[in-house]
């Protein structure tokens, strides 16, 4: 099965500061997925990458998938308290049938 | 639309008790999914769907049935509940790639 590893795990910023979400996953990927989600609340779509080299932006936030499509990071640049919540990343197999979710990073930002 | 609609919000039962957690999608999405997110371990996929009639198990499958009789519908049933199914649970659909997520049932089992 696919493995995706998050870091960091819990990340507390100021606002107005850049950050960077890491996700590895021990296989390729064939669509990697970012979601949002607000303490106690479900998850929110953030975009889909699928191509090695990929990256999009939406507002303040920028998703890149590696060439060799095994790490995707998530970008973003100078934090509010609206960007707190917690990030996850998930991929989904060749088949496309069975999706997998990273554990998750807890971001924190001071106003 | 109302997108994904989970009920009940909150439940508590008792070890051994029964129960169907409830989704319903007004998307006329053909794929369905159960998570369950746990502190430390993100969201593992239950069981999934691929259309009505169409069901197959994911990652945590066992305690839990699932069926599809309309495409609208995909409850989630545990038969015999255990505190190890304390957790929050998720149903999801989608079309194509984008997942749509309800806002989650809150399950403590005693």
């Known amino acids: 099965s696919q493995e995706l590893e998050q870091s960091p795990q819990s990340l507390i910023v100021q606002e107005g500061k850049n950050l960077t979400i890491n996700c590895t996953s021990s296989?390729?990927?064939?669509?990697l997925y970012w979601y949002k989600q607000k303490y106690g609340e479900g998850l929110i779509f953030l975009m889909m990458?699928?191509?090695?080299?990929e990256e999009k932006s939406h507002e303040k936030i920028t998703a890149k998938l590696d060439e060799k499509k095994q790490q995707s990071s998530l970008h973003i640049t100078a934090s509010q308290p609206s960007h707190a919540g917690i990030y996850l990343c998930?991929?989904?197999?060749?088949?496309?049938?069975?999706?997998?979710f990273g554990t998750g990073t807890s971001l924190t930002v001071i106003p | 639309n109302a997108g994904v609609t989970q009920t009940p919000k909150f439940q508590v039962l008792k070890t051994g008790q029964s129960m169907t957690l409830q989704c319903a999608q007004d998307?006329?999405?053909?794929?369905m999914s159960w998570y369950r997110q746990d502190p430390g371990m993100g969201l593992r996929l239950i069981h999934y769907?691929?259309?009505?009639?169409?069901?197959d198990q994911g990652e945590v499958p066992n305690g839990y049935n699932v069926s599809r009789s309309t495409t609208e519908d995909f409850p989630l049933r545990l038969l015999s509940a255990a505190p190890s199914q304390t957790s929050v649970y998720f149903c999801?659909?989608?079309?194509?790639?984008?997942?749509?997520f309800g806002p989650g049932t809150r399950l403590t089992v005693l």
């Open positions: 998307m006329n999405h053909e794929y």
């Open positions: 998930g991929a989904d197999e060749r088949t496309g049938n069975q999706f997998y």
């Open positions: 769907s691929v259309g009505a009639g169409i069901t």
């Open positions: 999801a659909s989608s079309r194509l790639s984008e997942q749509f």
């Open positions: 296989k390729t990927l064939y669509g």
């Open positions: 990458l699928q191509k090695g080299g």
